[in-house]
């Protein structure tokens, strides 16, 4: 029995929200992750606060291996209403 694939809805929704990654979507979906990136501009939805907050923590953890980049140096800003996330390198 083949399993059937997800819509590409859903795992848009689930992507927004965090739940999986690019990668993982685009294997879910049978397409090149470039294509996956395609479709979600494409979408116009928007990352949930919790893809910005594991992206906030990423990004932290990264600044710390950087010789360029001390954490004090890093700034990474959250606007929960308009859900952007800005980096800056001071």
Same mark, same amino acid.
């Given at each position: 029995m083949t399993?059937?694939?997800p819509s590409l809805n859903k795992v848009l929704i689930? #992507?927004?929200k965090g739940e999986i990654t690019a990668c993982t979507a685009a294997e879910m979906l049978g397409i090149p &992750?470039?294509?996956? #990136?395609?479709l979600w501009a494409e979408s116009g939805m928007t990352l949930g606060p919790e893809w910005a907050k594991d &992206?906030?923590?990423?990004l932290r953890r990264l600044s710390l291996k950087k010789p360029f980049a001390r954490p004090s140096?890093?700034?990474?800003e959250y606007?929960?209403?308009e859900g952007e996330v800005s980096v800056a390198v001071a």
């Open positions: 399993r059937r694939k689930m #992507y927004a &992750l470039a294509k996956f #990136y395609e &992206l906030m923590d990423e140096e890093v700034v990474i606007a929960e209403l």
